[in-house]
Protein backbone atom coordinates (compact mmCIF):
# COMPACT_ATOMS: atom_id res chain seq x y z
CA UNK A 1 0.00 0.00 0.00
CA UNK A 2 2.75 2.51 0.24
CA UNK A 3 3.05 2.63 -3.62
CA UNK A 4 -0.54 4.16 -3.32
CA UNK A 5 1.00 6.87 -1.29
CA UNK A 6 4.05 6.94 -3.57
CA UNK A 7 1.79 7.48 -6.37
CA UNK A 8 -0.22 9.85 -4.75
CA UNK A 9 2.84 11.96 -3.17
CA UNK A 10 4.27 12.14 -7.29
CA UNK A 11 0.64 13.49 -7.88
CA UNK A 12 0.81 16.14 -5.41
CA UNK A 13 4.36 17.33 -6.41
CA UNK A 14 3.59 17.39 -9.98
CA UNK A 15 0.57 19.71 -9.49
CA UNK A 16 3.29 21.60 -7.09
CA UNK A 17 5.60 22.10 -9.90
CA UNK A 18 2.49 22.76 -12.73
CA UNK A 19 0.13 24.91 -10.45
CA UNK A 20 -2.28 25.84 -12.94
CA UNK A 21 -3.62 28.93 -13.11
CA UNK A 22 -1.75 29.82 -9.54
CA UNK A 23 -3.48 27.16 -7.59
CA UNK A 24 -1.71 26.79 -4.56
CA UNK A 25 0.46 23.68 -3.81
CA UNK A 26 -2.19 21.86 -0.91
CA UNK A 27 -4.87 22.22 -4.25
CA UNK A 28 -3.88 18.11 -5.11
CA UNK A 29 -1.72 17.52 -1.46
CA UNK A 30 -4.67 17.40 0.78
CA UNK A 31 -6.92 16.03 -1.03
CA UNK A 32 -4.68 13.09 -1.60
CA UNK A 33 -3.82 12.98 2.29
CA UNK A 34 -7.44 12.49 3.19
CA UNK A 35 -7.18 9.54 0.43
CA UNK A 36 -4.52 7.76 1.80
CA UNK A 37 -6.22 7.82 5.50
CA UNK A 38 -9.54 6.86 3.72
CA UNK A 39 -8.46 4.14 2.10
CA UNK A 40 -6.60 3.45 5.48
CA UNK A 41 -3.31 3.28 4.48
CA UNK A 42 -2.19 5.46 7.03
CA UNK A 43 -4.06 5.01 10.15
CA UNK A 44 -6.12 8.23 11.28
CA UNK A 45 -4.19 8.31 14.63
CA UNK A 46 -1.21 8.52 12.69
CA UNK A 47 -1.96 10.85 10.69
CA UNK A 48 -2.81 12.93 13.61
CA UNK A 49 0.60 12.46 15.13
CA UNK A 50 2.14 13.05 12.53
CA UNK A 51 0.52 16.67 11.86
CA UNK A 52 0.75 17.44 15.56
CA UNK A 53 4.72 16.85 15.28
CA UNK A 54 4.88 18.57 12.30
CA UNK A 55 2.76 22.05 13.87
CA UNK A 56 5.65 23.39 15.27
CA UNK A 57 7.73 23.49 12.10
CA UNK A 58 4.99 24.56 9.89
CA UNK A 59 4.42 27.61 12.94
CA UNK A 60 8.38 28.34 12.73
CA UNK A 61 8.39 28.78 8.89
CA UNK A 62 5.17 30.94 8.33
CA UNK A 63 7.07 33.26 10.87
CA UNK A 64 9.85 32.99 8.79
CA UNK A 65 7.78 33.49 6.05
CA UNK A 66 6.06 36.81 7.30
CA UNK A 67 10.01 38.14 8.81
CA UNK A 68 11.40 37.83 5.36
CA UNK A 69 8.24 39.53 3.20
CA UNK A 70 8.08 42.19 6.19
CA UNK A 71 11.95 42.60 5.40
CA UNK A 72 11.62 43.22 1.63
CA UNK A 73 8.74 45.44 1.69
CA UNK A 74 10.62 47.68 4.20
CA UNK A 75 13.18 47.80 1.65
CA UNK A 76 16.14 45.47 3.27
CA UNK A 77 16.57 43.61 -0.50
CA UNK A 78 16.42 46.70 -2.58
CA UNK A 79 19.24 48.53 -0.54
CA UNK A 80 20.87 45.70 -0.33
CA UNK A 81 21.56 45.31 -4.46
CA UNK A 82 21.93 49.00 -4.53
CA UNK A 83 25.20 48.48 -2.39
CA UNK A 84 26.32 45.51 -4.18
CA UNK A 85 26.37 47.88 -7.32
CA UNK A 86 27.62 50.67 -5.84
CA UNK A 87 30.99 48.27 -4.31
CA UNK A 88 31.20 46.22 -7.67
CA UNK A 89 31.41 49.02 -10.19
CA UNK A 90 35.05 50.42 -11.32
CA UNK A 91 36.26 53.60 -8.97
CA UNK A 92 37.31 56.60 -10.90
CA UNK A 93 40.56 55.24 -12.75
CA UNK A 94 40.24 52.00 -12.04
CA UNK A 95 40.44 50.68 -15.73
CA UNK A 96 41.10 47.04 -14.92
CA UNK A 97 38.32 46.15 -11.75
CA UNK A 98 38.27 42.36 -9.75
CA UNK A 99 36.36 40.73 -12.43
CA UNK A 100 35.18 38.73 -9.40
CA UNK A 101 33.99 41.00 -7.37
CA UNK A 102 30.78 41.43 -8.19
CA UNK A 103 29.96 37.76 -7.57
CA UNK A 104 31.54 37.34 -4.22
CA UNK A 105 29.49 40.20 -3.13
CA UNK A 106 26.31 38.07 -4.79
CA UNK A 107 27.70 35.11 -3.24
CA UNK A 108 27.92 37.02 -0.06
CA UNK A 109 24.57 38.45 0.17
CA UNK A 110 22.77 34.80 -1.28
CA UNK A 111 24.04 33.33 1.49
CA UNK A 112 23.78 35.24 4.29
CA UNK A 113 20.07 36.01 2.99
CA UNK A 114 19.68 31.87 3.12
CA UNK A 115 21.11 31.72 6.12
CA UNK A 116 19.59 34.17 8.04
CA UNK A 117 16.21 34.34 6.68
CA UNK A 118 15.41 31.19 4.34
CA UNK A 119 16.24 30.23 1.10
CA UNK A 120 12.37 31.63 -0.33
CA UNK A 121 14.01 35.34 0.57
CA UNK A 122 16.75 34.72 -1.75
CA UNK A 123 14.75 33.04 -4.35
CA UNK A 124 11.57 35.40 -4.10
CA UNK A 125 12.84 38.49 -2.65
CA UNK A 126 16.60 38.95 -3.29
CA UNK A 127 16.53 37.22 -6.71
CA UNK A 128 14.41 39.86 -8.93
CA UNK A 129 16.68 43.06 -7.29
CA UNK A 130 19.59 41.04 -8.17
CA UNK A 131 18.47 40.77 -11.54
CA UNK A 132 17.57 44.13 -11.63
CA UNK A 133 21.10 45.40 -10.76
CA UNK A 134 22.48 43.34 -13.47
CA UNK A 135 20.76 45.21 -16.07
CA UNK A 136 22.09 48.30 -14.12
CA UNK A 137 25.73 46.95 -14.25
CA UNK A 138 25.49 45.86 -17.81
CA UNK A 139 26.64 42.65 -17.19
CA UNK A 140 25.90 39.06 -17.82
CA UNK A 141 22.72 37.81 -15.40
CA UNK A 142 23.77 33.83 -16.01
CA UNK A 143 26.32 33.60 -13.27
CA UNK A 144 24.42 35.76 -10.84
CA UNK A 145 21.42 34.23 -10.87
CA UNK A 146 22.51 30.61 -11.15
CA UNK A 147 24.62 31.59 -7.53
CA UNK A 148 20.91 33.19 -5.96
CA UNK A 149 19.48 29.43 -6.60
CA UNK A 150 22.68 27.19 -6.02
CA UNK A 151 23.32 29.48 -2.65
CA UNK A 152 19.30 29.33 -1.83
CA UNK A 153 19.97 25.86 -1.33
CA UNK A 154 23.23 25.04 -0.49
CA UNK A 155 23.59 27.76 1.76
CA UNK A 156 20.97 27.01 3.96
CA UNK A 157 22.88 24.44 5.82
CA UNK A 158 24.05 26.69 8.36
CA UNK A 159 21.32 27.68 10.50
CA UNK A 160 18.03 25.66 11.80
CA UNK A 161 15.97 28.26 10.40
CA UNK A 162 17.84 28.38 7.07
CA UNK A 163 15.24 25.60 5.01
CA UNK A 164 12.59 23.71 6.06
CA UNK A 165 14.49 20.51 6.12
CA UNK A 166 16.42 21.84 9.15
CA UNK A 167 13.35 22.63 10.88
CA UNK A 168 12.08 19.00 10.26
CA UNK A 169 15.78 17.94 11.13
CA UNK A 170 16.25 20.15 14.04
CA UNK A 171 14.79 17.85 16.78
CA UNK A 172 15.96 15.22 15.81
CA UNK A 173 19.69 16.40 15.74
CA UNK A 174 18.77 16.41 19.89
CA UNK A 175 21.23 20.13 19.55
CA UNK A 176 20.51 23.21 20.26
CA UNK A 177 20.23 26.17 18.21
CA UNK A 178 23.65 27.81 18.88
CA UNK A 179 25.28 24.07 18.78
CA UNK A 180 23.49 23.17 15.51
CA UNK A 181 24.64 26.46 14.07
CA UNK A 182 28.43 26.03 15.23
CA UNK A 183 28.92 22.22 14.21
CA UNK A 184 27.22 23.11 10.00
CA UNK A 185 29.55 26.84 10.28
CA UNK A 186 32.76 24.72 9.09
CA UNK A 187 30.44 21.92 6.11
CA UNK A 188 28.75 25.69 5.55
CA UNK A 189 31.83 27.62 4.63
CA UNK A 190 33.38 24.98 2.94
CA UNK A 191 30.44 25.22 0.45
CA UNK A 192 30.94 28.59 -0.10
CA UNK A 193 34.46 28.63 -1.09
CA UNK A 194 34.15 25.22 -3.04
CA UNK A 195 30.83 26.85 -5.12
CA UNK A 196 32.50 29.99 -5.86
CA UNK A 197 36.23 28.43 -7.03
CA UNK A 198 33.50 26.41 -9.72
CA UNK A 199 31.50 29.51 -10.38
CA UNK A 200 34.63 31.24 -11.33
CA UNK A 201 35.86 28.10 -13.43
CA UNK A 202 31.98 27.41 -14.83
CA UNK A 203 31.04 30.68 -15.86
CA UNK A 204 34.85 32.43 -16.80
CA UNK A 205 33.22 33.56 -19.88
CA UNK A 206 30.35 35.42 -18.52
CA UNK A 207 32.55 36.88 -15.99
CA UNK A 208 35.25 38.35 -18.18
CA UNK A 209 32.77 41.07 -18.73
CA UNK A 210 33.36 43.99 -16.18
CA UNK A 211 30.59 45.75 -14.67
CA UNK A 212 30.22 48.94 -17.00
CA UNK A 213 26.98 50.81 -15.55
CA UNK A 214 26.11 54.22 -17.63
CA UNK A 215 25.00 55.44 -13.91
CA UNK A 216 24.59 53.83 -10.03
CA UNK A 217 22.17 55.55 -7.58
CA UNK A 218 23.24 55.74 -4.25
CA UNK A 219 22.12 53.06 -2.16
CA UNK A 220 20.99 55.90 0.74
CA UNK A 221 20.61 55.17 3.92
CA UNK A 222 20.55 51.54 5.48
CA UNK A 223 17.17 50.81 6.99
CA UNK A 224 18.57 50.48 10.07
CA UNK A 225 15.27 49.33 12.34
CA UNK A 226 14.37 46.40 10.21
CA UNK A 227 18.53 45.29 10.39
CA UNK A 228 18.16 45.79 14.21
CA UNK A 229 15.11 43.82 15.03
CA UNK A 230 16.08 41.38 11.91
CA UNK A 231 19.70 40.96 14.17
CA UNK A 232 17.41 40.85 17.65
CA UNK A 233 15.61 37.93 16.36
CA UNK A 234 18.79 36.17 14.69
CA UNK A 235 20.35 36.54 18.66
CA UNK A 236 16.94 35.47 19.96
CA UNK A 237 17.38 32.65 18.48
CA UNK A 238 20.37 31.25 20.21
CA UNK A 239 19.18 32.54 23.40
CA UNK A 240 16.06 31.02 23.37
CA UNK A 241 17.76 27.40 24.52
CA UNK A 242 19.60 29.36 27.36
CA UNK A 243 16.09 30.62 28.92
CA UNK A 244 14.08 27.70 28.22
CA UNK A 245 12.20 28.90 25.56
CA UNK A 246 10.91 27.35 21.97
CA UNK A 247 12.92 29.39 18.94
CA UNK A 248 9.50 29.35 17.28
CA UNK A 249 8.61 32.08 19.60
CA UNK A 250 10.68 34.28 18.83
CA UNK A 251 10.08 34.18 15.39
CA UNK A 252 6.87 34.42 15.94
CA UNK A 253 7.48 37.35 18.38
CA UNK A 254 10.03 39.02 15.27
CA UNK A 255 7.51 38.46 12.43
CA UNK A 256 5.17 40.25 14.80
CA UNK A 257 6.88 43.32 15.22
CA UNK A 258 8.93 43.61 11.59
CA UNK A 259 5.14 43.31 10.30
CA UNK A 260 4.29 46.27 12.99
CA UNK A 261 7.18 48.33 11.19
CA UNK A 262 5.70 47.82 7.80
CA UNK A 263 2.26 48.45 8.66
CA UNK A 264 3.15 51.86 10.56
CA UNK A 265 5.58 52.69 7.44
CA UNK A 266 2.35 52.15 4.91
CA UNK A 267 4.54 49.75 3.20
CA UNK A 268 1.72 46.82 3.34
CA UNK A 269 -1.77 45.73 4.69
CA UNK A 270 -2.54 43.27 7.09
CA UNK A 271 -4.52 40.79 4.80
CA UNK A 272 -1.00 41.02 2.53
CA UNK A 273 1.41 40.18 5.39
CA UNK A 274 -1.19 37.21 6.71
CA UNK A 275 -0.93 35.76 3.23
CA UNK A 276 2.86 36.18 2.86
CA UNK A 277 2.98 33.01 5.43
CA UNK A 278 1.86 31.06 2.08
CA UNK A 279 -1.32 29.30 3.84
CA UNK A 280 -1.76 26.93 0.79
CA UNK A 281 2.17 26.12 1.29
CA UNK A 282 1.88 25.31 4.48
CA UNK A 283 -0.96 22.58 4.47
CA UNK A 284 0.78 21.55 1.36
CA UNK A 285 3.60 20.62 3.89
CA UNK A 286 0.67 19.00 6.17
CA UNK A 287 -0.06 16.48 3.55
CA UNK A 288 3.14 15.49 2.61
CA UNK A 289 4.16 14.93 5.90
CA UNK A 290 0.75 12.40 5.96
CA UNK A 291 2.07 10.94 2.52
CA UNK A 292 5.51 10.27 3.21
CA UNK A 293 4.31 8.72 6.30
CA UNK A 294 1.99 6.01 3.92
CA UNK A 295 5.76 5.45 2.47
CA UNK A 296 7.90 5.49 5.53
CA UNK A 297 5.99 3.04 7.49
CA UNK A 298 5.35 0.31 4.85
CA UNK A 299 8.40 -1.56 2.71
CA UNK A 300 9.73 1.29 0.44
CA UNK A 301 10.42 2.90 4.19
CA UNK A 302 11.37 -0.41 5.67
CA UNK A 303 13.88 -0.95 2.42
CA UNK A 304 15.45 1.79 3.21
CA UNK A 305 15.76 1.78 6.82
CA UNK A 306 17.83 -1.63 6.05
CA UNK A 307 20.27 -0.21 4.11
CA UNK A 308 21.56 3.29 5.67
CA UNK A 309 23.99 2.88 8.04
CA UNK A 310 24.38 3.45 11.79
CA UNK A 311 27.75 4.72 12.57
CA UNK A 312 29.09 7.78 12.27
CA UNK A 313 32.44 7.47 10.63
CA UNK A 314 33.51 9.59 7.21
CA UNK A 315 32.30 6.72 4.75
CA UNK A 316 28.69 6.26 6.55
CA UNK A 317 28.07 9.90 6.39
CA UNK A 318 29.32 9.92 2.94
CA UNK A 319 26.64 6.94 2.07
CA UNK A 320 23.69 9.15 4.07
CA UNK A 321 24.43 11.96 2.41
CA UNK A 322 24.77 10.88 -1.25
CA UNK A 323 21.40 8.57 -0.79
CA UNK A 324 19.57 11.83 0.64
CA UNK A 325 20.63 13.73 -2.42
CA UNK A 326 19.72 11.14 -5.17
CA UNK A 327 16.60 10.77 -3.16
CA UNK A 328 15.66 14.80 -3.06
CA UNK A 329 16.68 14.90 -6.73
CA UNK A 330 13.77 12.07 -7.50
CA UNK A 331 10.72 13.39 -5.08
CA UNK A 332 11.96 16.60 -3.90
CA UNK A 333 14.26 17.15 -1.30
CA UNK A 334 11.13 17.83 1.65
CA UNK A 335 9.71 14.35 1.55
CA UNK A 336 13.09 13.42 1.12
CA UNK A 337 13.89 14.51 4.39
CA UNK A 338 10.76 13.55 5.96
CA UNK A 339 11.58 9.72 4.41
CA UNK A 340 15.42 9.99 5.51
CA UNK A 341 14.40 11.18 9.33
CA UNK A 342 11.87 8.10 9.09
CA UNK A 343 14.08 5.49 8.07
CA UNK A 344 17.29 6.74 10.42
CA UNK A 345 15.05 6.27 13.27
CA UNK A 346 14.19 9.04 16.69
CA UNK A 347 17.45 7.89 17.88
CA UNK A 348 19.64 8.28 15.23
CA UNK A 349 23.19 10.04 16.31
CA UNK A 350 23.62 13.75 15.34
CA UNK A 351 25.97 13.76 12.81
CA UNK A 352 23.75 11.06 10.52
CA UNK A 353 20.86 13.53 10.77
CA UNK A 354 23.29 16.20 9.82
CA UNK A 355 24.81 14.58 6.74
CA UNK A 356 21.38 14.01 5.68
CA UNK A 357 20.64 17.65 5.37
CA UNK A 358 24.30 17.91 3.84
CA UNK A 359 22.49 15.92 0.73
CA UNK A 360 18.82 16.84 0.51
CA UNK A 361 19.84 20.71 0.89
CA UNK A 362 22.91 20.59 -1.53
CA UNK A 363 21.99 17.77 -3.59
CA UNK A 364 18.74 19.58 -4.97
CA UNK A 365 20.36 21.65 -7.70
CA UNK A 366 21.05 18.78 -10.21
CA UNK A 367 17.26 18.57 -10.93
CA UNK A 368 14.13 21.29 -11.28
CA UNK A 369 12.36 19.00 -9.22
CA UNK A 370 15.13 18.62 -6.17
CA UNK A 371 13.16 21.51 -4.08
CA UNK A 372 10.77 23.85 -4.69
CA UNK A 373 13.15 26.55 -4.63
CA UNK A 374 14.51 25.24 -7.67
CA UNK A 375 11.04 25.56 -10.34
CA UNK A 376 10.21 28.97 -8.24
CA UNK A 377 13.72 30.62 -9.76
CA UNK A 378 13.38 28.57 -12.63
CA UNK A 379 9.64 30.42 -13.47
CA UNK A 380 11.02 34.00 -11.96
CA UNK A 381 14.35 34.30 -14.40
CA UNK A 382 12.54 33.08 -17.19
CA UNK A 383 9.58 35.75 -16.67
CA UNK A 384 12.66 37.79 -16.28
CA UNK A 385 14.02 37.49 -19.68
CA UNK A 386 16.52 34.63 -19.03
CA UNK A 387 16.68 31.76 -21.10
CA UNK A 388 17.19 28.72 -19.00
CA UNK A 389 17.84 25.26 -20.48
CA UNK A 390 17.32 21.48 -18.61
CA UNK A 391 20.93 21.39 -20.05
CA UNK A 392 22.28 24.05 -18.22
CA UNK A 393 20.95 23.69 -15.35
CA UNK A 394 21.95 20.38 -14.83
CA UNK A 395 25.33 20.61 -15.78
CA UNK A 396 25.69 23.50 -13.48
CA UNK A 397 24.49 21.02 -11.27
CA UNK A 398 26.88 18.36 -11.88
CA UNK A 399 30.09 20.85 -11.53
CA UNK A 400 28.87 22.32 -7.72
CA UNK A 401 27.25 19.06 -6.36
CA UNK A 402 29.09 16.34 -6.14
CA UNK A 403 32.92 18.11 -5.11
CA UNK A 404 30.56 20.38 -2.50
CA UNK A 405 28.63 17.49 -1.05
CA UNK A 406 31.97 15.86 -0.75
CA UNK A 407 33.84 18.41 1.18
CA UNK A 408 31.10 19.57 3.05
CA UNK A 409 30.43 15.85 4.34
CA UNK A 410 34.28 16.01 5.48
CA UNK A 411 33.90 18.76 6.62
CA UNK A 412 31.00 18.06 9.31
CA UNK A 413 33.00 14.65 10.04
CA UNK A 414 35.61 16.69 11.22
CA UNK A 415 33.69 18.51 13.32
CA UNK A 416 32.24 16.25 14.64
Request: with cysteine; aromatic share 6%; glycine share 8%.
Amino acid sequence: MDVVSLVLLMAALGFAVWRPRGLPEATVAVPAALTVVAAGVVEVDRAWSEVTALSSTVLFLAALLVLSYACSVLGVFTWLAAVIARRASPSAGDTRPNRHRLLALVFGAAALTTAALSLDATVLLLTPVLLSMTRTLRVSARPYSYATVTLANSASTLMPVSNLTNLLAFAATGLGFVEFTLLMALPWLITLVVEFVVFCIFFRGDLRERPHPDHIEDPGPAPRLPLALLAITLVSFGLSSVVGIEPVWCAVVGAVVMSALALRAGSSSPLTLALSAKPGFLLFVFALGVLVAGISDGGIGTGLADILPGGTGLADLLVVAAISAVIANLINNIPAALLMLAALGSGAPAPLVLAMLLGVNIGPTLTYLGSLANLLWLKLVQHDGQQVTVREFTLVGLATVPVTLVMSVIALWAVT
